[in-house]
Each structure stands twice: as structure tokens, then as C-alpha cells.
């Protein structure tokens, strides 16, 4: 069974430019979750969808986006991109909204802002 | 708001050591706690997920114990191999969201 697929791998990017990242759940789950990265940090919480719904949002301005498709895959938009958005962004599925199954991340989308 | 801490931010063993990575939390009210391991560049990859019932987990050479009224969780790894050289981080759940707050990780070195 194929895994937590991201697209792109890596990314280079103008400030002010926009980003579209894109994740494949694992077949079955319901649940994405996206992650920002910073470098020697660990992941911080960015946004939940589940069942192409908002399920929680964490503390990123509202340059961040994202939504959720009928076939559960998901987009993470981010307007207006500043430097300090370079980051390693990850997606995770899980199969269920709560907090009783692991989560399962992908590899990753490496996005660099010039 | 919980705060997890890990200690050490690095270390490194020779090959076949025994070792103990640590991770404390201030909230104890967890449901959960999950161990992942990261390799440079690569995504998270799920090791150990401990539920708030339970006090260790085992797969393979690891095995995770969790304390909740003192805050602590401990990964241990029995002869560490070169391979198992990457970075351990632990994580717990916070707020209604599956969303998870995660230490800055240790970078374990294993030298052949």
C-alpha cells in the first residue's frame, strides 16, 4: 500500500510569490493534517481537515490556506510568501478526526523562499 | 499550553550500546504519546504510539515507557546499530484537532 504521497518534492520560490503544495492520504483515511518544519526545530501544527472539513487550525497568519477534496487528498495554498517561510512542510493522514489512531506522515515538500 | 522538552538535543554511541532518549511534557492530561524517528531531508516515520492507559510499548529493539504524572516518556534502544543513526522525536496531542506538539527532536549519531 502506497504511503502519505507529497508533490512537489522541493520547491524555490520568489518572496511574494504564491505556493500550491499537494498531499495523497493513505488509502482509507479520512484525516490530513499539515506541518511546518524549520530547520533543527520539530513540526509545528498548521491546519486539520477531515471529511472536507476544517477541523482545527493552529497559529499561522492568514497567508495560509488549505482545503480538502471528495477523494480526501488535500492542497496547502500560502499567499505572499516571506523568506521565513522556507521550511520543509509535511503532510499526515490518519484514519480517524480523533486522537486514538497514530498519524502517518509523507515525505515531504522542501519549500525555499529567495 | 503544553510544552515538550527533549534532552539531549544530540548524542552519540558507538555501535551496539544500549541508550535511553528522553522526553518530558507539562501537561499531563495526554491522550496519547508518539515516538517517530526522522532522517535528514525525509518525512516522520511512526515508531511507538503509547496510549495514556498503557505504560511501555516494545517493537523490536524499542521499547517506550510513559509516565504521565511525572511528565516523562523514555525511548530505548537496545545495540544501536549505525542504522538507527537519525533524529527521535516525541510528540502529544493538543487541543481537539489531531493536532500533535512535538519536541525539537535528538540527533543520535551511531558510529561503527
Known amino acids: 500500500d502506497a504511503g502519505v504521497t507529497q508533490s512537489p518534492t522541493h520547491l524555490i520560490k520568489t518572496r511574494g510569490q504564491h505556493v500550491t503544495l499537494r498531499c495523497s492520504p493513505i488509502?482509507?483515511?479520512?484525516?490530513v493534517s499539515w506541518y511546518q518544519q524549520v530547520l533543527g526545530q520539530g513540526p509545528q501544527f498548521i491546519f486539520q481537515?477531515?471529511?472536507?472539513?476544517?477541523?482545527g487550525r493552529g497559529n499561522f497568519p492568514d497567508r495560509f490556506s488549505a482545503r480538502q477534496f471528495p477523494n480526501y487528498s488535500s492542497e496547502l495554498n500560502v499567499n505572499a510568501l516571506l523568506l521565513g517561510d522556507s521550511a520543509l512542510y509535511l503532510c499526515a493522514s490518519s484514519a480517524t478526526s480523533d486522537n486514538g489512531s497514530p498519524l502517518h506522515f509523507g515525505n515531504g515538500t522542501r519549500l525555499t523562499v529567495t | 499550553k503544553q510544552e515538550v522538552t527533549q534532552i539531549p538535543a544530540a548524542l552519540s554511541v558507538p555501535e551496539g550500546e544500549n541508550l535511553v532518549l528522553n522526553c518530558s511534557f507539562t501537561d499531563s492530561a495526554i491522550y496519547n504519546l508518539q515516538w517517530f524517528r526522522q532522517d535528514p531531508g525525509k518525512g516522520l516515520t511512526s515508531l511507538l504510539l503509547i496510549q495514556s492507559s498503557q505504560r511501555e510499548q516494545t517493537s523490536g529493539r524499542l521499547n517506550a515507557s510513559l509516565d504521565k504524572s511525572s511528565g516523562r516518556s523514555t525511548l530505548y534502544i537496545a545495540a544501536s546499530q549505525p542504522g538507527d543513526s537519525a533524529t527521535y522525536l516525541c510528540a502529544v496531542p493538543s487541543g481537539s484537532a489531531r493536532q500533535l506538539t512535538f519536541g525539537s527532536g535528538t540527533q543520535l549519531t551511531v558510529l561503527p
Open positions: 488509502s482509507g483515511h479520512k484525516s
Open positions: 481537515y477531515y471529511e472536507k472539513e476544517e477541523r
